[in-house]
C-alpha cells in the first residue's frame, strides 16, 4: 500500500531549548491540523526541520529528537544556523516573501542565498529518499521547498509529488524580476500537481511558465515531456467545528464575561495579525486614526484590539515596521484617548486558542486587510466563530485569497485609507439582520469546505494523476515494446512509415523555413526507406518538401493531403478551388498587424497563420478570436480551421492527412503500418489506421495513438532501432 510522505520546513512538533532541556510543542496550525485526517488514511511519514540547530544539540540529544519524533511519525532535517540563516532568513524570507507579495522594493538577493537554498532543498530530497518510494504519494509545501519536486523526480521518477503553495504567487511581471525564475518553475514542474489557493495565483504560474519555459497548458494541465501535470485551485479552509463551538468552551465563557464587564458597552473591532508589512497594519492603524477623527460620535464608544504577533524580528523591515505600528498606537491613543477609554488596546504577543476565541466573539467588527496574503484564515476563524449568533461584520481585503470565497464580507482595498475608514462605519452600522444574513452564506461555504476537505481533494488530485500516469506508461515504448516493434517489422514483407515532420522528426523553429533536416536525419531516412516504404507528410508545402527530400527515395504528402507525390510526381487528391484564399487572406492579415511576431505561411491550397514568436498570453487569446472568426466565414465555404501546434491552418474541409494515409493504404498489400505525428492535425491519420497498425504520438495530451513518446529524439531512435533490426531492402 502506497504511504504519504508530507514535507515541510517545519515539522508539526517543534523541538526547542529552555533552562537547559530539551521541549516538544505540537503545532497548531491550520496545515497539521488539515493533514491530521489525511495522515489517518494513509501510512505516513513528515520530513521537516525540527526547529533546533544542530550546533545547539549534542550526538546523544540528535538520538533523543529522532526516536522522540518518530513516534510522531516525524523525521527530522537538521539544519546548521549557518543554513538556517542562508536559506530560510536569507532566499526565503528576504527574497522570495516580499517579492511574491509584490513587495518587490524589499527583495534582497544574493547568489550565496540561493546556493544555500538549494543545497539545503538538497538535503530534504536525501532525507525523503530515505523513507519514500516510487510507489508513494510525497507532498511538499510551501515556497521554502520550490525546488524539491524537481529533486524527487529526477531520483524517483514515478513516485506521485504534489506542491502546494500557501503563498501568493505574483503576476509574471513581477515574478520575473526574480533572478533563478526559471530554475524555480522548473523545480515546481517536477510534482504532478501544483496546487494554490485561488485561480489566480494558478494562472500567474501558468502564464509565467509559458512565458519563461514556453510550456503551454489545456485547461490547467502542462505537458511537461512525456509528463502532464496539474494546476489548480484548493482554498484552504479550517476547522470549522473548533472556532463555532469554542464559545461553549466554559473557559471561554469565563473570560468572555470578565472583558464584557470591562469594556462595558463599548463595541469592539478586532484586528488579529503577525507583524508582518504584507499585513497592512499601519493602513488599518490610519484608517481607524481618521475614522475617530471624522466621526467623533464614535468616540468613547469603540476600542479597536490590536494583536501583533512578534514576527522576524531581527529582520530590519520587521523592526521598522514594529517602530512604525508602536508610534501610530501612541498617537491615536495620546490623540483620543480619555482616563477611562483607550481607542486602542495593543497586543505584542501571540495568543492562545481560547483567548483568541474570546476575541473572536466579543468583537462587532474584525478587521483582515493585508496588503497581499496567499489566503488569511483568521477571516473564516472569525466568521466560523460567529455560528452561534451570526452577528459581526468581516472587513476584507480584496487582496487575501480568502476574498474569492467570502464575498459578502466588507471587500476594501488597504491601499486606500479613506475606503477604509468609511469601511468601518458601514460595519458599525450595518442592521443586524444584514449581518447574520451575509454571515449565514459565509458559514455555510465555510462548513462545505473544511481544511480537511481541503486536504482531501488535493490527494484525491495527486490519485487522480497516478491513475494517468499508470494508464500512460502503459503507452510508453519501452525496451521491451521496441523490441516486439523491430521483430514484427524484421518479418514484415511489406512495411510503410508515415512520418509527421515539424515537432516529429526534427524540433519546432521560429519560423517554419529554419526547420530544415539535417544530415543525420537524411542519411536516417535513407537507410529506412531501403528497407520499408517510407512517406513524409507533413503541412509544408510541396517545393519546400522537394527540395528537402527530392533526392531520398520517398513518398511525400504536401500540405497535410492535399499534394502526393508517389512515383515521382506530384498530384492532387481531389481536384481544389483556391479563390476563396483572397476572402480570407485579408482576415489573416488584420490578426497580425494586431499581434506581433505572428506572420502567414501561404501555400497553394492553404494559408497558415503562425503565432510562435508572438507574446504567448496575447497570441493564445488572438488564436481563439481568430479561429472563431473563421469558422464562422468558411461555414458555407467547404474549408475547414485546424488548429496545429501555434499554427492556425484554413484548407479545403475534404482534405486531411486521414485521406492522405487512406489511399496510400489503399493501393498496397501493407503488413507492417507504422505512424508518427505530434499535433491536432495527425489524428486524422491516427483515426483511419488499422487495429494492428503502429501509431505513435509524440508529446503528452489526448491522441488516438496507441503509443506515446516525449519528443522528437524519441522517434529517431525508434527508427533506428528499424533500420539496425533489418537492413536493406527484401
Known sequence: MSKLVIVSNRLPVSVSRRKGELHFTPSVGGVATGLSSIRRRFESVWVGWPGVNIEDVSSSEVELIKNRLSGDGCVPVFLSSHEV?????????????????????????????????????????????????????IWVHDYHLMLLPAMLRKRLPNATIGFFLHIPFPSYEVYRLLPPRAEILEGLLGADVVGFHTYDYALHFIFSVMYLLGYEH???????????????????????????????NPRVIRDLKRLRRRLGDVRVILSVDRLDYTKGIPQRLEAFDLFLERYPEYREKVTMILVGVPTRTGVEHYMMLKKQVDELVGKINGKYGTVGWNPVWYLYRSLPFHSLSVLYNIADVAVVTPLRDGMNLIAKEYVASKDRTGEGVLVLSEFAGAAKELGEAVLVNPNDIDELCESLREALDMPVEEQKERNTLMQARLKRYTVSRWAEDFMDSMSEMKQLKSAHAHRKVDDKVLSSFVERFRESLRPVFFLDYDGTLVPFASRPEKALPDEELKELLGSLSRAAQVVIISGRDRSTLDSWFGTLDVGLVAEHGVWIKKDGGWETVEKLDKSWKEQIKPILELFVDRTPGTFIEEKEYSLAWHYRMADPDLAVRRARELKNTLLQLVANLNLGVMEGNKVIE??????????????????????????????????????????????????????????????????????????????GKE
Open 85 to 137: 540563516g542562508a536559506y530560510y532568513y536569507g532566499f526565503c524570507n528576504k527574497t522570495i516573501w516580499p517579492l511574491f507579495h509584490y513587495f518587490y522594493l524589499y527583495m534582497d538577493y544574493t547568489h550565496d542565498y540561493f546556493e544555500e537554498y538549494k543545497r539545503v532543498n538538497e538535503k530534504f530530497c536525501e532525507k525523503v529518499l530515505e523513507v519514500a518510494g516510487e510507489d508513494d504519494f
Open 218 to 248: 489545456t485547461f490547467g494541465e502542462i505537458a511537461v515531456g512525456d509528463r502532464i501535470v496539474k494546476v489548480d485551485a484548493f482554498p484552504m479552509g479550517i476547522d470549522y467545528e473548533k472556532f463555532a463551538s469554542a464559545v461553549d
Open 650 to 727: 484554413v484548407k479545403d474541409a475534404r482534405i486531411n492527412k486521414g485521406t492522405a494515409v487512406s489511399r496510400w493504404l489503399s493501393e498496397g498489400e501493407w503488413d507492417f503500418v507504422f505512424a508518427a505525428g505530434d499535433d491536432v492535425t495527425d489524428e486524422d491519420m491516427f483515426a483511419v489506421l488499422s487495429d494492428d497498425a503502429i501509431s505513435v504520438k509524440v508529446g503528452m495530451g489526448h491522441t488516438r495513438a496507441k503509443y506515446i513518446v516525449e519528443s522528437y529524439r524519441e522517434v529517431r531512435k525508434l527508427l533506428k532501432a528499424f533500420v539496425e533490426g533489418k537492413v
